[in-house]
């Protein structure tokens, strides 16, 4: 499988360069070239598999020519084995990895929030770090993961990769504003190739230090920086498998299925829109934001411009503009990477852009959207613990709120993805008037954990020479 940027001027890659490459030089993202497409009997031979057996299947096009199926299914089955298969050291701690839960009438919740930090991303972080790993080792080098984080992607990367021998993490996070449980299930892994930084600023101060760091890597003596964002192609590969997952559980592939995702850079849905494009027969994809809505906008209104950032209850999906989705807009331009980036120059240039008719009509056939403010999403919380005791984390709440108002019929099954755990996030549900959730069982000494974190003032070169320092 080769992979190719969305602008059109970067060299076609295979799967273990992209996996290291991040951005491609062109400034555009990676996609798969030509995406692998399975036949509905050969979906429907897959009905009853473990999840890690399913994600053999789903995965395995993307990689074969880099790794070994036999390597390739160990990798899996060490992610997202359960506890037989791993000898109880299972990373997610419900058997069915992913599971569905009914919450009306063909309503379903997918439970994404399982993994060691209770949030989605542990779905392709914990891949991705032992991808990282096997890939380092084969080609006997070291890598440094820098990331900056607002919670979730932070611990979520370090739980993935704190057992890689071959790579070295350093997220910073915004000394003083990340909620507590966030910091603890980042400062509380030890290990001496992991190093959490505390930046006296923002977030934005954290990211913009990152970005100049990739910019200008020779404070590294010669190591190379390796993205964990959403950008990095296998974290998109490895969230198609649950779209499969849930289908194969619901009737499919002989029927469709519907999903809403409460959406940030857009990583997540865009792998919903390639598991259809593989052969998966999805009838709806939500696109669900909060009032950080330059998606919502753009598939409602044609305004793509980046409005100002606003903070709300549900941090994970504040963005400006939605990194991943340049990917979608490569297709829907007819994977032509020369017109995709001159859209990109506009949008980014600030001065906003409108998708042509012909590409927005393409657009709103794949995508329904829905946008919820904090109050609505407040009242949601409180309205769906009255109707089923079911507790929502914010996020998850927007995007269950946007598959009850924007799905087109009753007989579909609708899947509203489940992002998190409420615990994460507990302010929306006591000022929805409930009880503040309480940790899992298998969280529940993380308060007393030790705790291993450096401050440093919001000063590149401060930064740059305690990684120095650090790495020897
Ligand atoms: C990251 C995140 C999202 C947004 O996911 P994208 O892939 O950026 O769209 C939604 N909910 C939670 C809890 C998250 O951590």
């Not at 890659?13 to 030509?34: M, R, S």
């Not at 390739?72 to 069915?96: P, S």
């Not at 006296?200 to 190379?224: E, I």
């Not at 017109?339 to 590409?359: I, S, V, Y």
Request: hydrophobic share 40%.
């Amino acid at each position: 499988m080769k992979y190719i940027s969305t602008r059109g001027q970067a060299p076609a890659l295979n799967f273990e360069e992209v996996l290291l490459a991040g951005l491609a030089t062109d400034g555009g993202l990676y996609v798969p070239e030509q995406l692998p497409q399975f036949s509905k009997e050969e979906i429907a031979s897959w009905a009853g598999l473990s999840y890690a057996d399913l994600a053999k299947k789903v995965i395995a096009p993307f990689v074969a020519d880099t790794i070994p199926q036999a390597d390739l299914d160990a990798i899996i089955d060490e992610t997202y084995g359960t506890r037989a298969a791993t000898e109880g050291k299972n990373v997610f701690a419900h058997d069915a990895v992913a599971p569905l839960k009914q919450l009306d009438s063909n309503l379903w919740l997918l439970e994404l929030f399982h993994g060691p930090t209770l949030a989605f991303k542990d779905f392709a972080l914990q891949l991705l770090g032992r991808l990282l790993d096997y890939v380092l080792e084969k080609r006997n080098e070291r890598v440094v993961i820098m990331g900056a984080t607002s919670g979730d992607t932070g611990s979520a990367a370090i739980e993935g990769c704190k057992r890689c021998d071959n790579v070295d993490i350093f997220i910073l996070h915004p000394h003083q504003r990340v909620s507590d449980v966030q910091r603890k299930q980042m400062t509380t892994i030890i290990g001496d190739n992991i190093h959490n930084l505390a930046i006296k600023g923002n977030f934005d101060d954290c990211q913009q230090m990152v970005k100049q760091s990739f910019a200008d890597q020779s404070f590294l003596g010669g190591r190379k920086l390796v993205a964990v964002n959403s950008i990095n192609w296998a974290r998109i590969m490895a969230q198609i498998v649950y779209y499969f997952h849930a289908s194969l559980s619901l009737g499919g592939p002989h029927r469709e299925v519907s999903f809403a995702v409460p959406t940030g850079n857009f990583g997540d849905i865009f792998a919903g829109y390639l598991a259809k494009g593989m052969g998966l027969p999805v009838k709806q994809l939500v696109v669900a934001t909060n009032v950080n809505d330059i998606l919502h906008r753009c598939i409602s209104a044609n305004d793509y411009s980046p409005q100002e950032l606003v903070h709300t209850l549900s941090p994970s999906m504040d963005i400006m503009v939605s990194s991943n989705f340049e990917r979608l807009l490569f297709d829907l331009y007819g994977r032509d990477g020369k017109a995709t980036g001159e859209l990109m120059a506009r949008m980014n240039g600030g001065q906003g852009a409108e998708l042509e008719p012909a590409r927005l009509a393409k657009a709103r056939e794949l995508f329904d959207s829905y946008r919820l403010d904090d109050e609505g999403c407040i009242d949601y919380i409180a309205e769906m613990f009255e109707r089923s005791e079911e507790l929502l984390d914010p996020h998850t709440a927007i995007g269950v709120k946007a598959a009850e108002v924007c799905r087109r019929d009753s007989e579909t099954p609708m899947v509203a993805l489940a992002t998190a755990h409420p615990v994460k996030f507990p302010e929306p549900v006591v000022k929805a008037g409930l009880n503040s959730p309480e940790l899992p069982h298998h969280l529940e000494d993380l308060f007393d954990r030790e705790e291993r974190c450096t401050v440093l003032d919001n000063d590149l070169a401060a930064v740059h020479a305690h990684m120095a320092e650090q790495l020897g």
